[in-house]
């Protein structure tokens, strides 16, 4: 069997070397137009940063080896082509057109692979051609920016507040650059979570030095000679002298295009579960192709590393003899921020409302393990949940362990579990690890009793409206007088009582007024609000306390 792979990133190597295991026969050739096969993009950031030293780490082994064509030839017997670029597929003649050196070939093929990745959106910016406007994408662009970084650049603006642009940020700062941050939306991260949890991120980055300007559209990059010297937001010009476009990426699909394959509605190449295309002999993964969400059966493009990966593997099976499928995915996406881990899976609350469900929703602030346990760490939990109890989605921010608990939940999603299976998993705990309920329960018991009307809740940010109103209501503060005096909760309709006092005190609260009580966390304004409730009183809690509302 002749199987001809183009494109020699995650998605294309993996269906080679997955094939070549199955297959010692086939004959296995990978195109590859630039320099490198199986550069690992994800780890650009930390080769900026200086982390990991040469490029060539990243096209590492575990082991050690260096991917070269001759490592394939070697050790896999696939043919690598680097610097070949596919131009054109025959599907009747069934054979690739190729360009290497200057000169035109053909390859045919029984079963063709394209995992031709994707490209950095290019948002129409006058100045974006300017020198020193770069992305990151490429070993080169990595390369581009830490000459830029060497020549003296000192003031970066980045334009996208996604992932990218998140750890793109932290590597520009421990470049000891002065960085600023434009996002268009009025959030950071507005694809990946919801206002409140992107609200901690973005107090994280500023802690950390970066400038972040929500609800701004970059009108212009300015320049000086050939070279950008700044970037216009609204009235002002920032100055920078390097500006990193993070908008996203889109698939890479002409080649597909061109020879008639399906495209879906994201733009992406269509497949079926078994990853192929319109043509049967003829397969499609990685940052190429649109994956179904698991939730809701819709196309999505998600490009991501590890979905391209299983790609590769599926791919690999069934371009020689297997049948295997891929069941689509459901946006898990994790990232470190300065010192925060940032994390995400399922539907945001934004997306399940527009959806048409019935939400519930949940944060459960708590330590990351035993709270005198040393080295604990502060992080957050949000679950998204139907009415049903169906569990929607989740999201994790914070300093300490978030990635055991946003895999708990992915997983709990992909298996169609509810909060009610979620407030029960055995879940490990020993003080080093975990509190006794660990925050994903206590996230999923929050969400129970909202569920079951035990509590009704408010956001932060429902608060902050209320408060720059002049209606009449309380906020009852129930933290301890340190906490209060510490970080004050200002305003008129304030009224402190810590918790260990509220009994004694309940009859100095108005009843026919609405109470929303605010702790730290949640978990005081939660006892507390249950308390009033069975007195008679209008209580809600303020959802994850002080820690959201600041
Ligand atoms: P690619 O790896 O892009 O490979 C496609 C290849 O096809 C390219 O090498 C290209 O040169 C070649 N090609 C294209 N057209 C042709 C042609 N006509 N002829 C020949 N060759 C061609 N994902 C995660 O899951 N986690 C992360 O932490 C993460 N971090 C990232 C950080 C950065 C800075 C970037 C840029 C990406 C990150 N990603 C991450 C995304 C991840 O890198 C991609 O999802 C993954 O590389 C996709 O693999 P792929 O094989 O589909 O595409």
Redesign the pocket.
Known sequence: TKIVV???????LKAAARARRRDEEAEITV????EYPS?S??G??YYIEGLVHEIENLLQTTYGAVRTPEFFKRVKNIDVLTK???KRIDREKKVVEIERNGSSDELPYDYLVI????KPARPQIPGIDAEGVVH??SAEDAEKIVEAWEDGAEEAVIIGGG??GM?CAEALSRLDMKVTMVEIMDHILPTLLDAEMAALVKAHLKENGVEVLTGYRVEEIVTDGEAVSGVKIGEKVMPAQLVLIATGVRP?VE?AKSAGLEIGETGAIKVNKYLQTSDPSIYA????VENIHILTGKPIYA??????NKHGRVMGDNVTGGKSTFPGVIGTTI?KVFDFTVARTGLTEKEARQLGYDVITAIAPSPDRFHHYPGQKPIRVKIIADKSGKLLGAQAVGLGVVDKRIDVLATAIQMGATIDDVANLDLAYAPPFSMALDTVIVAANIARNKRDGLIESISAEELRKKIESDEDFIILDVRTDEEAEKNPLEDRRVIHIPLDRLRESVDKLPKDREIFTVCQVGARGYEAARFLIQKGFRAKMVEGGMAILG
């Open positions: 183009i494109g020699g990133g995650a998605a294309g195109i590859e137009a630039g550069m993009r994800c650009l950031p070949t670029k596919a995992a031709t990745g994707s990151l994408h992932l990218i750890e890479n080649l993964g990685g940052d190429c490009p991501l590393g590890s979905t391209a990232f």
